[in-house]
């Protein structure tokens, strides 16, 4: 693939992205500006507040409720884990568990488990275990390929 970068004195930014057909590369390229544009809506106490798909460390189903954890709050989202699963996996998140849907970019280090469980370690120092119903989809994901496949 040929990247052109050029930076302008004047004028309004713009990314322009062409290609033949929807490779991998190409793929990874358009899900990170769609993820740059996307956001989610999560309430603290009584207050909607508009969150970064990119800012969320991870969501947890806790009682029947969700909850967006990012850096510094902990935020209430009105969508069960199974729509938020459908309209995050192409922004490089991961279902990782029956309760916990994580997001991969902000994973730090990973370490295998017995029973074919890995603990991931993610930027803000807390473990978020990845149970072995999901291991081995995550291998796969890792490695590139659909969780599916």
Same mark, same amino acid.
């Given at each position: ?47 909607? +507040?508009? !969150? *970064?798909?990119?800012? $969320?460390?991870? %969501?947890? /189903? ?7 954890? #990012? ?28 309760? +916990?849907? !994580? *997001?991969?970019?902000? $994973?730090?280090? %990973?370490? /295998? ?7 991931? #370690? ?28």
């Amino acid at each position: 693939m040929k990247y052109t970068i050029r930076r302008i004195q004047k004028g309004e930014d713009e990314l322009i992205l062409q290609y033949r057909k929807i490779t991998p590369e190409v793929e990874h390229i358009l899900c990170f500006f769609n993820r740059e544009q996307s956001k989610l809506i999560g309430w603290q106490d009584r207050t909607k +507040i508009l !969150l *970064n798909f990119s800012d $969320i460390l991870y %969501l947890e /189903s806790v009682d029947g409720k969700t909850f967006a954890c #990012t850096d510094d709050a902990v935020l209430r989202v009105d969508y069960t884990l199974a729509r938020l699963e459908q309209l995050l996996y192409e922004v490089n998140f991961f279902r990782c568990s029956k309760s +916990i849907i !994580l *997001n991969i970019d902000k $994973i730090k280090c %990973l370490r /295998s488990l017995p029973s074919n469980r890995i603990d991931a #370690t993610i930027i803000s120092g807390e473990h978020i275990l990845i149970s072995r119903t999901y291991a081995s989809d995550f291998r796969k994901r890792l490695k590139g390929g659909a969780a599916s496949e």
